[in-house]
C-alpha cells in the first residue's frame, strides 16, 4: 500500500519552464511535508517543507502548494534552471509518535538548457 | 555539516552471505533509518531506531535486522543475502524541533547480490 503518490515518474522542461510535481497522501495523521532533492550519486536532501496550518510556502524559486481537503500538495519550481535536474521525492510524516518519513516514488526531473 | 557517513559505497555478495551496512552520524540525533532505493519504488523504510538499543520495523523488514549499540551508529543487517535484496541502501540520522524534521542522508551503499 504506497502512502503517498507522487507524479508524475519523469518530466522534461526547457530552461525557464515551471515543472509541477503532485503528490496524494491517505493518512490523515500526516501533519508534516517535505520534498527531498537528491542529484545522482548523492543521497536526497531536505529542499523545502510545509505543515497543514498553511496553504503555500515559498523559498526562493521553489513553492508548496498544499489543499488540505483534497490531501495533496505539489512542488512548483519557477524560472527552472539546469542546475535543477536532479530527482524529487515527497514525503510525510507525523508530528509525534514515529517521525519515520514515508517516501513517494521520485520524480526525475531534466530541465534542458 | 552534518555528516552520515556509510562505510561502503559499492559492495558484491554471495546469495546467502551475511552482511552487514554501517553508518556513522556526528550531530548527536537521536533518529536513525535505514531505507532501501529502488527505480520506480522511491525510498521504503526498513528500520528506525529512536534510541539506543531501541529498533522499530518499518514498512519492509523481512529480510533484515539492525543494531544499534551506540548513539552515533546504526547498522543493518541482511542475515542471509538473497539476490532481491540488491539495491542502494541509504542511512539517515534526523532531529525533530518546533514541529520541524530534518533527515540527513548518507551517499548510500550499491548493494549487488549475485
Known amino acids: 500500500q504506497q502512502q503517498v503518490k507522487q507524479s508524475p515518474q519523469s518530466l522534461i522542461v526547457q530552461k525557464g519552464g515551471i515543472p509541477i510535481i503532485n503528490c496524494a497522501y491517505e493518512n490523515t495523521a500526516f501533519d508534516y511535508f517535505p520534498w527531498y532533492q537528491q542529484f545522482p550519486g548523492k543521497g536526497p536532501a531536505l529542499l523545502i517543507a510545509?505543515?497543514?496550518?498553511?496553504s503555500e510556502k515559498k523559498e526562493g524559486r521553489f513553492t508548496i502548494s498544499f489543499n488540505k481537503s483534497a490531501k495533496q500538495f505539489s512542488l512548483h519550481i519557477m524560472d527552472s534552471q539546469p542546475g535543477d535536474s536532479a530527482t524529487y521525492f515527497c514525503a510525510a510524516s507525523k508530528d509525534t509518535g514515529r517521525r519515520a518519513l514515508t517516501f513517494g516514488s521520485g520524480t526525475r526531473l531534466q530541465v534542458q538548457p | 555539516d552534518v555528516k552520515v557517513t556509510q562505510s561502503s559505497r559499492y559492495l558484491v555478495k554471495r546469495t546467502g552471505e551475511k552482511v552487514f551496512l554501517e553508518c556513522v552520524q556526528d550531530m548527536d540525533h537521536e533518529n536513525m533509518f535505514w531505507y532501501r532505493q529502488d527505480p520506480g519504488l522511491g525510498l521504503r523504510l526498513i528500520y528506525f531506531?529512536?534510541?539506543?538499543?531501541?529498533?522499530e520495523k518499518g514498512d519492509i523488514p523481512e529480510g533484515y535486522s539492525v543494531s544499534r549499540e551506540k548513539k552515533e551508529r546504526f547498522s543493518l543487517i541482511l542475515e542471509s543475502a538473497s539476490t532481491n535484496q540488491t539495491s542502494m541502501y541509504l542511512c539517515?540520522?534526523?532531529?525533530?524541533?518546533?514541529?520541524?524534521?530534518?533527515?540527513?542522508f548518507g551517499q548510500g551503499t550499491r548493494l549487488t547480490v549475485v
Open positions: 539517515a540520522s534526523s532531529y525533530h524541533r518546533g514541529g520541524h524534521t530534518e533527515a540527513f
Open positions: 531506531s529512536y534510541d539506543v538499543k531501541m529498533k
Open positions: 510545509i505543515r497543514p496550518d498553511v
